[in-house]
Structures are given as C-alpha cells and as structure tokens.
Nanobody, 126 residues
Framework: QVQLVESGGGLAQAGGSLRLSCVASGRTFSNRAMGWFRQAPGRERDFVASMTASGRRTDYADSVKGRFTISRDKAKNTVFLQMNSLKPEDTAVYYC???????????????????WGQGTQVTVSS
C-alpha cells in the first residue's frame, strides 16, 4: 500500500511559480514511477508529468514542457512538481499518483496509476 499527500497549492499570478510536494508512505514507493495529473472544472483528468523510480527518465505534457519540472527525493519519500511561468490555464486540482507496477517506465495514462493523493488546488490569476 502507498498513501500520498499533496501540498503546496495556492494562488499565484500569471508568470509566477509554485512548488507542489507529494509525501508518500509505504515501503514500495521508491520502486514505483510517479506521476502528476490535473483536473480543471468540467474537464477530464489530464497528464502533467511522470518520472521513473530511478529518476533517470521523465515525461511531460506538451502544455507544460519547459515550464514544469518533476523531481523526487527518495530519502524524504517525496515527489515534487516545480511550476514556473504559470498561466491561467494551469488552474486545476493537481494530483500525484504512484504507478501500479514496480520498476515501470513513465506513463501518461491515468489507468496505469493505482495510488492517488487527495489533490491540491492551484489557481493562477491573470
């Protein structure tokens, strides 16, 4: 079992930055790929970023490439999403997720993730 708790959301102005954190509990966390997804009102949950267990491979949605960075600190059981150059269209609830398989590659498909946090709201004003 893996439990995930996100934090770091809030209100930012366009062009600003926020850093989301996702603290995990569970002994298999360090062996799982992790992902960030987001869901805006009236929309489906969309992929944002993913990182393998080793941290060597990452994947990003086109809409956030060059602006967002996913990272992980295994010693602290934490995954981060650094969000720079924020835009109003980045407004959403952001979720971190742990892959259902151990030692998998990155994935942009929500069905590949078994464990989810409760989400943290990010609001970007223009």
């Amino acid at each position: 079992q893996v439990q995930l708790v996100e934090s770091g959301g809030g209100l930012a102005q366009a062009g600003g930055s926020l850093r989301l954190s996702c603290v995990a509990s569970g002994r298999t966390f360090s062996n799982r790929a992790m992902g960030w997804f987001r869901q805006a009102p009236g929309r489906e949950r969309d992929f944002v970023a993913s990182m393998t267990a080793s941290g060597r491979r990452t994947d990003y949605a086109d809409s956030v490439k060059g602006r967002f960075t996913i990272s992980r600190d295994k010693a602290k059981n934490t995954v981060f999403l650094q969000m720079n150059s924020l835009k109003p269209e980045d407004t959403a609830v952001y979720y971190c997720a742990a892959h259902r398989l151990l030692y998998s590659g990155t994935s942009s498909t929500s069905l590949d993730y078994e464990y989810w946090g409760q989400g943290t709201q990010v609001t970007v004003s223009s």
